[in-house]
């Protein structure tokens, strides 16, 4: 039983592996600049440059991936940076927080 947990326990390895590449590359093939997104479409070549150097986007993709993958190796999955410094429940809509008591 144990040989089986720890051979099961190997598995998810490559599976998280994969998992983590394959939301990296969505983020990146998906249409649409995020620095436009947070700098504005309005917004002068000099702070999109320097958004795009905060955001590490000059960067090359594996140091990227490697930044991506730096909070939940580090601290865990939970412990990652929240959006904008805000936390989950400021950001989330009031239908997905949790209540204090079961509905009736």
């Known amino acids: 039983m144990t040989r089986y947990i720890l051979r099961r326990l190997l598995q998810t390895v490559p599976v998280l592996f994969g998992v983590s590449l394959l939301v990296f590359a969505v983020m990146h093939v998906v249409p649409g ?3 436009r997104l947070i700098a504005g479409p309005d917004a002068p070549e ?3 440059a320097r958004v795009r150097a905060e955001l590490g ?4 993709l594996y140091v990227q991936y490697l930044s991506f993958l730096s909070p939940a190796r580090s ?20 239908a997905f927080r949790p209540r204090s008591s079961s509905p009736r």
Do not use: F
């Open 75 to 94: 601290r865990g999955i939970s412990a990652a940076p929240s959006a904008r410094g805000r936390p989950w429940r400021a950001r989330s809509s009031p």
């Open 33 to 35: 600049d995020p620095v």
């Open 46 to 48: 000099s702070v999109i």
């Open 57 to 60: 986007l000059e960067r090359p």
